[in-house]
Structure formats: C-alpha cells, structure tokens
C-alpha cells in the first residue's frame, strides 16, 4: 500500500476563516512534507517532518502552520490567507530507499 | 546549485509510438532521481526512481529511464504510447532526507490517436 490520504479535496474559504488541511499515511514513513503547486508550476516544498520534528520550513509565512500529531498525521493550518495562496496543497512521506509518495492534494481556493 | 531542467514544455505523439522525455539535472553529488507523472486536478504518482546500481530502471505503466552520468541526463522512454499516458510528467532530482525534491518545470504529453 503506497497511499497519503488527504482531506479535504476541496476547500474554498474567505480571508478572516481558519482552515486546517489533513494528511495521513500507514505506511511507517517517518518523514512527511508539504507542498505548494500553482497552476502550471512544479510543486515547491514547504515544510518538511522528521520523526515528528520540523526539520525544514522553507520560508513560508506564519499565515501557514504545520502540524504533526503522530507519526501518521500531518496537518497544515490556515489562517487569514491571501487570494493569491490559492493552489493545491500536497502533502508526501517517504523512506529510505524507498522515494516520496504523494496524496491527491487539497484544492484551495480563497475567496 | 541544484537545478533539473526538462527541455520540452508541450510533446505531441501518436498513440502508439514511442515516447521519450529529457531531462538534465546539476546536483553536487550522486544524485537520487524520480519520474513523477500527474493527470489533471491529481497528486503525483511516482513512475521510477533511481538511487545506484544499474542504470536503466523499470517503473510502472511500461515506463524506462536510462540514467547517464557524463550527460547529466536521466530520460524518460516508453516504447508504445497509449492514450491514457496524456499527462503531465516531472522529473526531479532528490537530497539525501529524499522527500525535498527538486522540480523540472514539466512537460506535458498530448497524445493523438
């Protein structure tokens, strides 16, 4: 099984909202990523966990707060995001040998 | 720096004709490789890696890439090109944590029957 669930698929929220955006994995990867693809973009990392452990935040405004609950989860918080943070959030785990899986990505749009 | 360029931004072919995607790469060290394929609106499904050892790799969906250390090149090849294959296609190259990957800006296959 090679599968990073991501949840919601959707998402559309105003400026003032807060948003989490949910990612879960079961296949014992102890690192987990976010990522940030605009149309027609490659994706570009944002954060990066390690044994539950933020290892890497590649610059990303505070409006964007991760999360890693467990081993299993991670979680991306949103909170008075811009109109131009619109895009799809994918999330990865990966292991040695092994490369980085990816879920099907949140599509969020701020309105 | 690292970079991965991929010269091709739109490739047409017919189904059924064979199919190769270049991809150059400039990394510091004995890079860690990945084909990387994306249907619209989807995540990313890995298509192949490569790590050491030999250096044409199989992946899934009858893909192959032959990894080539004097050109810097890792390309992507599939003999018979099948409808379905109409994609979006990255390759990337990886650090030693492998999940940081690097991006080529992609290239997008259009296949006609």
């Known amino acids: 099984d090679t599968e990073v669930t991501q949840t919601p698929k959707h998402l559309v929220m105003g400026m003032t909202n807060k948003k989490s955006l949910k990612c879960e994995q079961h296949?014992?990867?102890?690192?987990m990523y976010w990522y940030k693809q605009k149309a027609k973009k490659p994706p570009e990392l944002m954060f990066v966990?390690?044994?539950?452990?933020?290892?890497i935040n590649e610059s990303v405004p505070s409006r964007f707060s991760p999360e890693c609950p467990n081993s299993s989860l991670l979680n991306l918080h949103l909170h008075a995001l811009q109109p131009e943070d619109s895009a799809l959030y994918l999330c990865?785990?990966?292991?040695?040998?092994?490369?980085?899986?990816f879920g099907q990505g949140t599509r969020l749009t701020v309105v | 720096a690292q970079s991965v360029t991929q010269p091709d931004i739109h490739i047409t072919v017919s189904e059924g004709a064979s199919l190769e995607l270049r991809c150059n790469y400039s990394?510091?060290?004995?890079?860690?490789l990945f084909w990387y394929v994306q249907s619209p609106g989807q995540g990313l499904q890995l298509l192949l890696k490569?790590?050491?050892?030999?250096?044409l790799v199989q992946g899934i969906k009858g893909f192959e890439a032959e990894f080539k250390r004097s050109q810097s090149s890792f390309n992507l090849r599939k003999p018979s090109v099948h409808w379905s294959d109409a994609a979006e296609y990255f390759c990337?190259?990886?650090?030693?944590?492998?999940?940081?990957?690097?991006f080529g800006q992609g290239t997008e296959l259009s296949v006609k029957p």
């Open positions: 990394y510091g060290a004995t890079p860690y």
């Open positions: 296949m014992g990867h102890r690192a």
């Open positions: 990865a785990s990966s292991q040695e040998d092994r490369g980085a899986f």
């Open positions: 490569y790590f050491s050892g030999d250096t």
């Open positions: 966990y390690s044994y539950e452990k933020l290892s």
């Open positions: 990337a190259v990886g650090a030693p944590e492998r999940g940081k990957l690097i």
